[in-house]
Nanobody, 120 residues
């Protein structure tokens, strides 16, 4: 088990910024974020490996930045230039052996989520 707990969600106007954090019990090889809006499928947002390699969904490239602090077992997602279509529940997830948006979306270890709402 790799318990993870997200924080930092909230409501913001379009164009604003939010920073999500995720505290994990260990720093797995791959950590990342996926999101799910009401009535929609899960979407992988960003991943980062232990050595700092990142990947992003096309919809967030240039606006979101994923990072991690391995010493603190903490993952971050800096979200800038937020759009109403970014509104969703955001989940932190951890994968031990592989990495990528598909893997993070189906991760066995994930948190309860934090809500992000962007108003126009």
């Amino acid at each position: 088990q790799v318990p993870v707990v997200e924080s930092g969600g909230g409501s913001v106007q379009a164009g604003g910024s939010l920073r999500l954090s995720c505290a994990a019990s260990e720093s797995t090889y791959c950590m990342g974020w996926f999101r799910q809006a009401l009535g929609k499928e899960r979407e992988g947002v960003a991943t980062v490996t232990r050595d700092g390699s990142t990947s992003y969904a096309d919809s967030v490239k240039g606006r979101f930045t994923v990072s991690r602090d391995n010493a603190k077992n903490t993952l971050y997602l800096q979200m800038n230039s937020l759009k109403p279509e970014d509104s969703a529940m955001y989940y932190c997830a951890a994968v031990r052996l592989v990495c990528g948006l598909t893997y993070i979306t189906a991760a066995q270890y994930r948190g309860q989520g934090t809500q992000v709402t962007v108003s126009s």
